[in-house]
């Protein structure tokens, strides 16, 4: 099982709303802290919200008052309202700082305009 797994992706239109959820194996520690992480085409993967303890979060500013990051049991989650087109990317969850051999597949956000 990888440690980590994303799902929840989906295309939506612009203003719509999605769900990502990250599943996290036993290898993962409880305790960590988590993030969310995107990257689109051709440019850098970039943090997008983490979540220290299960109940602290930052938010890049890019998504502020739009996206927010919960814990559920095992499960990391981001909720993504207002979505625009630039949201699209494929979304990664980790810890915070990342760990390499952590990465998964990611899922794929797609928002037309």
């Known amino acids: 099982q990888a440690p980590l797994a994303e799902s929840g992706g989906g295309l939506v239109q612009a203003g719509e709303s999605l769900r990502l959820s990250c599943s996290a194996s036993?290898?993962?520690?409880?305790?960590?802290?988590m993030g969310w992480y995107r990257q689109a085409p051709g440019k850098e993967r970039e943090l997008v919200a983490r979540?220290?303890?299960?109940?602290t979060s930052s938010y890049a500013d890019f998504v502020k008052g739009r996206f927010t990051i919960s814990r559920n049991g095992a499960n990391t989650i981001l909720q993504m309202n207002n979505l625009k087109p630039e949201d699209t990317a494929v979304y990664y969850c980790?810890?915070?700082?990342?760990?390499?051999?952590?990465w998964g597949q990611g899922t794929q956000v797609t928002v037309s305009s």
């Open positions: 979540l220290v303890g299960g109940s």
């Open positions: 980790n810890t915070w700082p990342p760990t390499r051999h952590y």
């Open positions: 036993r290898r993962v520690p409880i305790a960590s802290t």
